[in-house]
Every structure is written in structure tokens, then in C-alpha cells.
């Protein structure tokens, strides 16, 4: 049967949701946008620097995450040392 993922565009008259397949890795069909659009990344014609890009967001809040848990683990240790162990 028709188990594959719908495309979820919805008709701006009708309000009737448009049942036809996705295409795989997105939420829309091929006739409401699948595939189209800009290249992302470093081969988009705005990349500029990449300070903004998805890549560089990742990896600022994974250091951001790494700070935040070593500097609990110092509190920890200091609190162990106040005590004594
Ligand atoms: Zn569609």
C-alpha cells in the first residue's frame, strides 16, 4: 500500500492536503519544492566567512556544552576539597 511519507503542502483554496510522495529527505513532493533552492554550505553564493554557518553554530554550542560540564566538574572538585576527602 501507499506507506511512503506524504508530501505536506496544503492547498492555499482548498486547504486540501496534497497526497502525493515525498521525495526521501524531504517533507514535500517534487512538485511543492523537493530539491529546489539555493546550494547550502560553502557553495551558496551569499557564503561569506562561515561564522554563521550551520557547521560553525555546532560546534560553538558543543564548546559551549564542554565549558559549562568541566566547570561543574571544578565545582564538584572544590566542594570534595572543602570537605576534605
Ligand atoms: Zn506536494
Same mark, same amino acid.
Given at each position: 500500500m %501507499?506507506?511512503?511519507p506524504r508530501c505536506t503542502a496544503k492547498s492555499?483554496?482548498?486547504g486540501v492536503r496534497c497526497k502525493n510522495?515525498?521525495?526521501r529527505g524531504w517533507k514535500v513532493c517534487r512538485m511543492h519544492?523537493?530539491?529546489g533552492g539555493s546550494p547550502r554550505g560553502p557553495s551558496s553564493p551569499s557564503?561569506? %566567512?562561515g561564522r554563521y554557518s550551520i557547521a560553525a553554530?555546532?560546534?560553538r554550542?558543543?564548546?559551549k556544552l564542554l565549558q559549562a560540564d568541566s566547570l561543574a566538574t571544578l565545582?564538584?572538585?572544590a566542594e570534595l576539597m572543602e570537605e576534605g576527602v
Open positions: %501507499h506507506n511512503s492555499k483554496r482548498s510522495p515525498a521525495v519544492g523537493a530539491r557564503y561569506k %566567512h553554530k555546532e560546534q554550542l558543543a564548546l565545582w564538584a572538585m
